[in-house]
């Protein structure tokens, strides 16, 4: 990512009574990649997190949510796991994480469903969108300050201890896309999360 064009606008608003000097808005983005059930090693689309951090006025650190982005990835073999589904744009599905409405970046807590998309899927087809499937990063290593002014950090991460439900509201393709995606699945679920992040205080941020 670029910190000297990065896009602040998700910033969320402050609590009330805080020192906008003490409190900074952060933005990662992140190339993660995903093993669930039967789909391995799928690289998601890019997604962009934004969230601000503080203490609060009697001194406690608190966290508000901003906003993510991301975009549909194609899963490699559509839905039939096959060349046909690769080669037929009607047997085409991808896969979107959305967050799941929980969050906590001190120690490494996302919460995320996943849609599912094709020509042959209904609209609200997906994976986890009503109990959202909790991810508890760990770190791969030290974080690396790539500058300082901007500030740009890189760090490593994985989560490995989550369980898949199987996916809902697809239809009467549900049995045939929960055995082609190997769903629900227990273990042996992964996701690596190779991001860079950079902030700035809100006394820095535009007067909205």
């Known amino acids: 990512m670029d910190p000297e064009h990065t896009d602040y606008s998700d910033c969320p608003e402050l609590p009330a009574g805080v020192d906008p000097a003490r ?44 906003a993510m982005h991301t975009a549909p990835t194609a899963v490699p073999g559509g839905l039939t796991g096959t060349g046909a589904g690769d080669r037929s744009p009607l047997l085409g599905m991808t896969v ?79 049995g045939l896309l929960n055995r082609r995606l190997g769903l629900p699945s227990a273990s042996g679920n992964l996701m690596t999360y190779d991001a860079e992040y950079t902030f700035k205080t809100y006394d820095q941020l535009p007067t909205r």
């Open 23 to 66: 409190w900074r808005c952060e933005v990662s983005a992140a190339a993660p990649e995903l093993t669930m059930g039967g789909v391995k090693q799928l690289k998601l689309a890019p997604i962009t997190m934004t969230h601000a951090e503080g203490p609060l006025a009697d001194g406690t650190m608190a966290q508000v949510w901003g």
């Open 96 to 174: 979107e994480p959305r967050y799941g409405g929980r969050s906590d970046f001190y120690t490494g807590q996302i919460s995320l469903g996943f849609r599912l998309a094709g020509p042959l899927l209904p609209e609200g087809c997906g994976i986890a969108a009503d109990a959202p499937v909790d991810f508890r990063l760990k770190r791969s290593g030290k974080s690396v300050w790539l500058s300082q002014n901007p500030p740009l950090i890189k760090f490593a991460a994985y989560a490995d201890e989550f369980a898949v439900p199987a996916a809902k509201d697809c239809g009467p393709l549900s």
